[in-house]
């Protein structure tokens, strides 16, 4: 499958603590996009990382790849209740996104 | 700027009519997408344009799925006939370009219900 997998599944964390969430996958990519999706906006892009590019920063944002392990993690600082959204990797390697299953993240103020 | 308009926001049809959703994209976006997103999962690409063009349809149900984008601005998304397992939220996106490194903005998207 290309469909990339995150992992946890669901996180809950209170206001002010970080939260992680990792993604892997199986083929070979282009590029790796981060997504967030929560009921009052929708679905929002957060961050486009390439494939020949290890780290990225936006914000309280921060995107790493490894393409040796397959994997992606996203790192969100300081969380606000706000953050509180499901948040999706998007896998390209044929100039078509693949959206994994998600990570659920609540944050408790 | 307006962002991607859908319409309608909710649909609840009985299964075997028919239904479509209708979407205007972002202003000089030349690029357009449907999705299809069940619950707990992520969106499924159904379709994609480029102008007028459809350049992907893979992942489109053609028995009972079709769409069309004319003069390569609005489209619209018809199931005819629906079925129980089309229940989901159909999303639209569009961007400046086809290649996936540019960013892609998402409409509200059409919940449907079948009954």
């Known amino acids: 499958s290309q469909q990339g997998e995150e992992d946890p599944q669901a996180l809950s964390i209170q206001e002010g603590e970080n939260a992680t969430m990792n993604c892997s996958y199986k083929t070979s990519i282009n590029n790796l996009q981060w997504y967030r999706q929560n009921s009052g906006r929708g679905l929002v892009h957060l961050i486009l990382?390439?494939?020949?590019?290890r780290e990225k920063h936006s914000g309280r944002l921060r995107v790493t790849l490894d393409t040796s392990k397959k994997s992606s993690s996203l790192l969100i600082t300081a969380s606000r209740a706000a953050d509180t959204a499901s948040y999706f990797c998007a896998l390209d390697n044929t100039d078509k996104l693949i959206f994994g299953t998600g990570t659920r993240l609540q944050v408790f103020p | 700027e307006a962002g991607v308009v859908q319409s309608p926001r909710y649909k609840i049809i009985e299964k075997k009519q028919p239904v479509a959703f209708w979407c205007n994209p972002i202003?000089?976006?030349?690029?357009l997408y449907w999705y299809r997103q069940n619950l707990g999962q992520g969106p499924e690409l159904l379709i994609r344009y480029e102008n007028e063009e459809a350049v992907d349809d893979s992942q489109l149900p053609k028995d009972r799925f079709s769409a069309e984008r004319l003069k390569g601005v609005d489209s619209t998304l018809k199931i005819q006939p629906a079925e129980l397992g089309d229940s989901a939220v159909y999303l639209c996106?569009?961007?400046?370009?086809?290649?996936?490194?540019?960013?892609?903005?998402f409409g509200p998207g059409t919940r449907l219900t079948v009954t």
């Open positions: 202003s000089g976006h030349n690029t």
């Open positions: 990382i390439r494939s020949n590019e």
């Open positions: 996106a569009s961007s400046l370009g086809g290649n996936s490194a540019y960013e892609q903005y």
